[in-house]
């Protein structure tokens, strides 16, 4: 099993910044890709940003130029810096990652219990 842990949440005022953190720890052989994705009430899980271990990274044309994703392989941990915050970016923050516990197969996906983040106007 895998567990991924999220650190950094909190409540921002419009323009101010946020950093979050996930760890992932377990029965880990590789990770090949981690990210974030959150959920704002009533709406649906949307992509945040997620980097692929091949170098590619996914963004949500909404956060670009204000977030950055940072990942450190070797500690599995991937870091959201997120900048120039506004009120629609409220949401709770999920970090997930695909994962492999053997040299065999492409891995599967899990997802942190999630942060909130709330902009305030």
């Known amino acids: 099993q895998v567990q991924l842990v999220e650190s950094g949440g909190g409540l921002v005022q419009a323009g101010g910044s946020l950093r979050l953190s996930c760890v992932a720890s377990g029965s880990i052989f590789r990770v090949n890709a981690m990210g974030w994705y959150r959920q704002a009430p009533g709406k649906q899980r949307e992509l945040v940003a997620i980097?692929?271990?091949?170098?590619?990274?996914n963004w949500s044309d909404s956060v670009k130029g204000r977030f950055t994703i940072s990942s450190d392989n070797a500690k599995n941990m991937v870091n959201l810096q997120m900048n120039s915050l506004k009120p629609e970016d409220t949401a709770v923050y999920y970090c997930?990652?695909?994962?492999?516990?053997?040299?065999?197969?492409?891995?599967?996906?899990?997802w942190g219990q999630g942060t909130q983040v709330t902009v305030s106007s």
């Open positions: 980097s692929f271990g091949g170098g590619t990274t």
């Open positions: 997930h990652a695909i994962v492999q516990s053997t040299q065999v197969g492409l891995g599967r996906g899990y």
